[in-house]
């Protein structure tokens, strides 16, 4: 298949996955959403950043990271040097937990299948996890604070496929802990390098009593 022809069959199935997401029932949080918030960005973006949860201006929108924490994200690609263009920004969750709460285990475990088309469909270079809830996903057993700034590169239970995973602290964390600001920038900086191929990325496997993805 040419390669306008493979995006253009790839457009549409995001857009497909979209929309289930949008019309979503298959969890409690459907029934206070004002919209769902599939996610937002180019389908063959190089990067996919997965945060939490939407917060109150993002179910408002249905569009992902437009608050503060988007802003601080808008700056941080800006500062340094990574367009916008090449970034599809979406969370772990789809729809906004009352009062912003954490996501609950069972939301992330009914939610998991949109986030798995979504990569299965984008295939990007990177994935960069904000926060602990989304680090989970590939590494259910650490701690955002030993392995952020760290690329690595997973094997997908679910494809097969190596996927290289870059853990960040969430830049809303940043905004409340002001002293984690420069450990933020300094990771976007390692980020553009992995993108340039200047930083390789470390094999991971998990620990054998630790089944991966198990969390969800
Ligand atoms: S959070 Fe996910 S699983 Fe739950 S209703 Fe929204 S889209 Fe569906």
Redesign the pocket.
């Known amino acids: 298949m040419d390669l306008e022809r493979d995006l253009d069959e790839r457009r549409k199935a995001l857009e497909s996955v979209h929309r289930k997401?949008r019309s979503?029932?298959?969890?409690p949080?459907?029934t206070g959403?004002t919209k769902?918030v599939p996610g937002a960005g180019p389908t063959d973006a190089e990067i996919v950043f997965i945060g939490e949860a939407p917060g109150f201006y993002e179910d408002q929108q249905g569009i992902p990271f437009v608050g503060a924490a988007g802003r601080f994200l808008d700056e941080l690609l800006a500062q340094s040097g990574i367009d916008r263009e090449r970034v599809f920004i979406t969370n772990v969750?789809?729809?906004r937990p009352p009062g912003n709460r954490e996501p609950e285990i069972a939301?992330v475990e009914?939610?998991r299948a949109?986030l798995d088309r979504q990569l299965e469909i984008i295939r990007p270079q990177v994935i960069v996890t904000l926060g602990r809830h989304s680090m989970a996903r590939a590494f259910p057993d650490e701690k955002v604070s030993q392995v952020h700034g760290q690329p690595r590169t997973v094997v997908d239970a679910a494809s097969g496929t190596d996927l290289v995973y870059f853990p960040m602290y969430h830049p809303a964390a940043a905004l409340h802990q002001p002293s984690l600001r420069s450990v933020v920038e300094a990771d976007f900086v390692l980020l553009r390098q992995v993108l340039n191929g200047e930083l390789e990325p470390e094999s991971y496997s998990p620990p054998p009593d630790v089944e991966q993805l198990s969390l969800f």
Not at 24 to 27: D, F, I, V
């Open positions: 997401i979503c029932t298959l969890c949080l459907h959403r769902a969750i789809k729809c939301e009914a939610c949109y």
